[in-house]
């Protein structure tokens, strides 16, 4: 069965504090590991999709990053705009488009 | 691009009374929308696969008596609660997926939080 665990569970970073959010995974076979963005009372917004470990993404302040076993998640010099909840997921190969989400990293920046 | 729209936002009803959810992708045609639900600090449980002109997939403990997915066209999903409950309250939540490949990323949309009394 496909795992996702996410960590820290919370985080709270002053403005322009750089940090990092993990996602360890258990899948048979990586076929994607996506990056969503969750705000309180809305759904998912999609960020990023790895392939293959060593592959990097950039946009504005966020880079993900990936390895044969997680995923990271880098903030640089976060602003209070970037406070959302951070989700990790992974889809297996095997033909089906099914996905398994972590649950999240809050994070929360402070000014 | 890649938006999905989903409707109504917030809803409350009584309980046994039925609640139907649109999800619309608004901008690309999605053969597959998921329904997930969530509960607070938890994360997205995926509640069935919708694939538009035939039935859709039930994930294991989802009745699907209860909860009835239609996906007649390529830019709309239903899921009706049939005779909702307050355990049925919950935020449900629909994703359609952009493109042919099936490592594409799924697009959300914005939920509907659903309370029954």
């Known amino acids: 069965e496909d795992q996702v665990t996410q960590s820290p569970e919370a985080l709270r970073l002053q403005e322009g504090e750089s940090s990092s959010l993990n996602c360890s995974y258990t899948?048979?076979?990586?076929?994607?590991l996506f990056w969503y963005r969750q705000d309180p009372g809305k759904g998912p917004e999609f960020l990023f999709t790895l392939y293959s470990a060593g592959e990097e993404k950039e946009k504005e302040r966020l880079k993900a990053t990936l390895t044969k076993k997680e995923s990271f998640l880098h903030i640089t010099a976060p602003k209070p705009e970037d406070s959302a909840t951070y989700l990790c997921a992974v889809q297996a190969r095997g033909g089906y488009q099914k996905v398994t989400f972590g649950i999240g990293t809050k994070l929360q920046v402070i000014p | 691009g890649a938006v999905v729209s989903q409707h109504p936002s917030w809803v409350i009803c009584k309980s046994g009374t039925s609640v139907k959810i649109e999800c619309r992708s608004l901008?690309?045609?999605?053969?597959?929308m998921f329904w997930y639900r969530q509960f607070p600090k938890q994360s997205l449980m995926l509640m069935a696969t919708s694939n538009e002109g035939s039935k859709a997939t039930y994930e294991q403990g989802v009745e699907k008596d209860k909860f009835l997915i239609n996906h007649a066209s390529l830019t709309l999903s239903t899921l009706t609660v049939t005779s909702a409950h307050p355990e049925d309250s919950s935020f449900y939540i629909c994703s359609a997926l952009q493109g042919p490949l099936s490592n594409q990323p799924q697009h959300f949309g914005d939920g509907t939080r659903l309370s029954i009394l």
């Open positions: 899948v048979s076979g990586l076929r994607g």
């Open positions: 901008d690309f045609q999605a053969t597959t």
